[in-house]
């Protein structure tokens, strides 16, 4: 996928979105702030010369930290359905602690900054515990998201690359003015792994995520458990 590509599509979508509103449309603008916690990854520590492997060493426990995440986004609905373009920026830090061999590698923390776009449908529901016969006379209202995107991966020791990436999300909108909601998250990413480009003498890191039921595949199991706080300002409805 072309994130340039996706990134425009999404942008002429809303845009169109925005200057064809009806009364029912709603378009707004909105930020989130909140921690990510990261699933379980492997790391391999790997010395190149000349092109060439000469050490392989490999982990059997790493440590991932819990860190902040920052999200912009971009939503616009028609009644029950709308449309949501999302950028998050996030760093994820882990420090090797054991290893399959007696081999050290010369350093044992990692960090990796990601960013990340994502295309978002999204469908509305009633707020929790909310009755059928109240729901249409509250501004109170949960929604659900899958989305589809891709992830910018800078591995400090390692390599830079974008790579797919999918969303899963549920939400709580409650109203604080006229133009103004509180908006509570949770959301789930995964991501591919990012491998190591051996073009260059040195040591460099592979990141991976470690295997787990619901991935798309061997490749797809680095993820993030996502808790956010933000505000979204309606331009109109």
Known sequence: MNTLKLFLFTSILLSFLFY??????????GAGFGI?????QDLKFRRYEDGILQENIKTTEVHSFVSPILN???????EKYGFRLDYYSW???????????NELPPFYKIVQGRDAIFFNILRKSRFPFTSKENKNTTDKYSFFGIGIGETLTEVEGGRTQWRAAFKLSYSLS????KK??????FKYLLTRDIDTLPNQNGWFVDTSGRWFPFRFGPHWDTRYYVFQFGLQWKLFN
């Not at 912009?72 to 028609?78: C, E, Q, S, V």
């Not at 760093?91 to 399959?100: G, I, K």
């Not at 409650?174 to 003015?177: A, D, I, Y």
Request: no cysteine; proline share 5%; charged share 15%.
């Open 20 to 29: 064809n509103q009806s009364a029912q449309a709603q378009f707004s603008i």
């Open 36 to 40: 990510q916690i990261p699933g379980r």
């Open 72 to 78: 912009i986004n971009a939503t616009y609905w028609l």
């Open 91 to 101: 760093e994820h830090r882990s420090t090797a602690n054991e290893f399959e061999t």
């Open 174 to 177: 409650l109203p604080v003015t």
């Open 180 to 185: 103004i909601n509180a908006i509570l998250e």
